[in-house]
């Protein structure tokens, strides 16, 4: 079972960037795709990111233009750069696999802990 961990969250003035970094604890090629999910407080868990080996991607309509993910097998490592932010991005950030693009989004055995985001003037 592949662990995850992510970094790279905080606070961010509105219009601010972060990179988020998901570092598994296994070779991720196998996986066919991982995403990044985020979750605000009173709402459900939503898919915001994905991309597949091949390097496809999709996005949420509300962080088109905005976000992009991006993989590096060798490292074991999944990003998410976040430009543009909006205090509505205020969640916390969690990576995991993929198995379809609507919720629940698959089966999961676990998640990491994921990286809080707070966007705030």
């Known amino acids: 079972q592949v662990q995850l961990v992510e970094s790279g969250g905080g606070l961010v003035q509105p219009g601010g960037s972060l990179r988020l970094s998901c570092a598994a604890s296994?070779?991720?090629?196998?996986?066919?795709?991982m995403g990044w999910y985020r979750q605000a407080p009173g709402k459900q868990r939503e898919l915001v990111a994905a991309?597949?080996?091949?390097?496809?991607?999709n996005f949420a309509d509300s962080v088109k233009g905005r976000f992009t993910i991006s993989r590096d097998n060798a490292k074991n490592t999944v990003y998410l750069q976040m430009n543009s932010l909006k205090p509505e991005d205020t969640a916390v950030y969690y990576c995991?696999?993929?198995?379809?693009?609507?919720?629940?989004?698959?089966?999961?055995?676990?998640w990491g802990q994921g990286t809080q985001v707070t966007v705030s003037s």
């Open positions: 995991n696999k993929v198995e379809r693009l609507v919720y629940p989004y698959g089966d999961f055995r676990s």
């Open positions: 296994r070779s991720i090629v196998s996986i066919n795709i």
């Open positions: 991309i597949t080996k091949a390097g496809r991607t």
